[in-house]
């Protein structure tokens, strides 16, 4: 296949693909997995093709035209499978210890299908079934076959979820709840046992009344105000000193790859000569995320990888849009990361935004979606919550910037947020 990128900025009259990905956390809050995400787009809004010709689009992308690495970072990518692709030769082409084979809701279970399954499985391959809705009848063939059973919180009511649940423990499979957007449905399912988790629920804020700063969070606000405000380094070194959790933590992400230093750091004074002030106030804006990880999460948690990666987005994204000035890039890497702000600290994002010394420009961007950061800030959104249907009305909004910059774009921002958890040596 011909590789989907090719001059950054350069426009497509076909219709235009976009490759996203979703997160897949465990019971703790860790990353486990990705489902990879298939987006159609166009300046007419182009229809969404047939199953296996998005599943090869999305394979392309990530094994042809793209590193796997780079996608996926060290976890296993879910990828949607018909009946088509699943018989054909194309599963060939994938890494056995890289991927979940995901079958859709349209594969109808038949002899054949059965020993395809068998056959893959025996070669190390593992399977998922997408969009289990309580149909046992249906499957009940498949389901001693597959590894994780995807069961769809939108389509099964709460009050026949403990029932289901209870159904399908008989297989002894991995369950994963998916289409979960509020913490309540994660709570229920967390309740019931369910290993895995699928949706933007941890990257919507719930608002806590009452809930104070912590001491952490205090500090990192005071940093960020000291920097704006061109204080001594006396000043912000004290800071760091009364707070010997947050420099650990700012040592863990300035010796991460992402950085980009290529010397060890290996102490706080040392930290702040190489990095200046312009990339301690970007980490600053990052170790919020890293300290507000729940109790046995790791780092990046998912959170952290989700604002990271917006901000790098906007940050690409904006000279196209806006020119090639440091000060615009800049503004529009703290305009992506702080619209997570609000899910990051509990409280609403008005409040958290108020008391951080940022331009009008980013909090009007974040709040009001105005200007050419709420448009990039829309656009990276949708392609998070698999929203294909307005990609082409937020990608109009934003003269030049075309699908080939986008996927460049998002790429790179990907990579970029997964490498804040790979140490330099």
Not at 71 to 80: D, T
Not at 236 to 255: C, G, K, Q, T, Y
Not at 393 to 415: D, I, Q, R
Request: proline share 5%; aromatic share 6%.
């Amino acid at each position: 296949m011909n590789s989907p990128l090719k001059k950054p900025n350069e426009p497509s009259t076909q219709t235009e693909v976009f490759l996203g990905r979703q997160p897949i956390i465990d019971r703790v809050g860790n990353l486990e997995a990705y489902e990879m995400l298939f987006r159609c787009g166009g300046p007419h809004g182009a229809a969404m093709p047939e199953a296996s010709i998005a599943t090869a689009t999305v394979i392309n992308r990530v094994f042809a035209d793209f590193d796997v690495e780079q996608v996926l970072g060290q976890h296993r990518g879910f990828i949607n499978f018909d009946t088509e692709l699943l018989m054909g030769d194309i599963v060939n082409f994938l890494p056995q210890d890289r991927v979940v084979i995901e079958l859709l809701e349209t594969v109808k279970v038949t002899p054949a299908v059965l020993e395809r399954v068998s056959e893959l499985r025996r070669r190390g391959f593992m399977f998922a079934l997408d969009d289990y809705a309580g149909t046992e009848a249906v499957y009940a063939e498949l389901l001693p076959n597959v590894d994780i059973i995807k069961v769809d919180t939108a389509l099964v009511r709460p009050q026949d979820l403990p029932a289901v649940t209870a159904r399908l423990r008989r297989y002894g499979k991995k369950l994963l709840a998916e289409k979960v957007e509020t913490r309540e449905a994660v709570d229920r399912c967390m309740a019931l046992g369910y290993e895995l988790f699928q949706g933007y629920y941890f990257a919507k804020p719930v608002v806590i009344a009452g809930r104070r700063i912590s001491p952490s969070e205090q500090a990192i606000l005071r940093l960020t105000g000291l920097i704006a405000a061109d204080a001594d380094t006396g000043a912000i070194e004290a800071v760091f000193r009364d707070n010997p959790e947050l420099s650990v933590s700012l040592l863990r992400i300035v010796n991460s790859a992402a950085v980009g230093v290529t010397q060890r750091i290996a102490s706080l004074r040392h930290a702040l000569m190489v990095i200046g002030r312009g990339q301690l106030n970007r980490w600053l804006q990052i170790l919020m995320f890293a300290m507000g990880a729940s109790p046995g999460q790791n780092f990046p948690n998912p959170l952290t990888v989700l604002a990271a990666t917006r901000g790098k987005f906007l940050e690409l994204t904006m000279p196209v849009c806006a020119g090639t000035s440091a000060e615009a890039s800049d503004r529009a890497f703290m305009t992506g990361l702080m619209s997570l702000a609000g899910a990051l600290m509990g409280r609403p994002p008005a409040e958290i935004l108020g008391s951080l010394p940022l331009l009008d420009e980013i909090k009007a961007g974040i709040l009001q979606r105005s200007g050419v950061l709420g448009a990039l800030l829309n656009l990276v959104e949708a392609l998070e919550a698999d929203e294909a249907g307005t990609l082409s009305h937020h990608l109009h909004g934003l003269p030049g910037l075309h699908a080939h910059a986008v996927n460049a774009s998002y790429l790179e921002a990907m990579t970029w947020a997964d490498s804040l958890g790979i140490e330099t040596r």
